[in-house]
Each structure stands twice: as C-alpha cells, then as structure tokens.
Nanobody
Framework: QVQLVESGGGLVQAGGSLRLSCAAS????????MGWYRQAPGKQRELVAT???????NYADSVKGRFTISRDNAKNTVCLQMNSLKPEDTGVYYC???????????????WGQGTQVTVSS
C-alpha cells in the first residue's frame, strides 16, 4: 500500500557530502515518523537518524554533528544531509517510515529498497 523511494546515494571521498532523499507514496493518512538505517556487508542494520512528525530527531552517536535529518510533512519526504563523510559510513541506506494508512487505526512500518553510499579513503 505504501512505497518508499530513496535517492541520492553515490560514491564520495572521505570528507565529502551527500544528501539522501526518500519520498513516501500510497494510501497514507499520516506518517508518524521517518528515518534512515544503514547496513554494511557482514554487519547488522543500524539506526542512523529518525524524525517524528513533530520534528523531534534522534541520531546515532557515530553521526551526531555530521548528519542532519529533516522532513517535509506535506510531501511525505525525509532527507538526510551527510557531511564530513567517513569510510565507516559506507553501506546501504534504507528509508523507514511508520505510516497510518487511510481508514486504518494502527501504524505500519515500511522500508525502502535502499540506496548505496560508498565513501572512499
């Protein structure tokens, strides 16, 4: 019922920047929260940053001060501005959303298919 489409991934050198975007579409009544997770080969998926509809944010300690999450509630879009990138930031970044569907009472979790971010040293 809901599709999340990520964009903005790519290859950058250490110290560079990337901006990821994720747009949600479908039978959406509201989105309570959106966020970004990442996963490197051989590692578990980890939280990067989240933001609620009210604008409250949460960041992994490893990205605080370097990444900024933002959202446009009217467009059901979330962005992740990534600055001062490090090789350790390399991985597949997944968009995540907690969505209340039209005519639904409860929220559901949806994931995008991911976008690759590679940071070279």
């Amino acid at each position: 019922q809901v599709q999340l489409v990520e964009s903005g991934g790519g290859l950058v050198q250490a110290g560079g920047s990337l901006r990821l975007s994720c747009a949600a579409s479908g039978s959406i009544f509201s989105i309570n929260a959106m966020g970004w997770y990442r996963q490197a080969p051989g590692k578990q998926r980890e939280l990067v940053a989240t933001i609620t509809s009210g604008g409250n944010t949460n960041y992994a300690d490893s990205v605080k001060g370097r990444f900024t999450i933002s959202r446009d509630n009217a467009k059901n879009t979330v962005c992740l501005q990534m600055n001062s990138l490090k090789p350790e930031d390399t991985g597949v970044y997944y968009c995540d959303a907690l969505v209340v569907l039209v005519r639904a009472r409860y929220e559901y979790r949806y994931w995008g298919q991911g976008t690759q971010v590679t940071v070279s040293s």
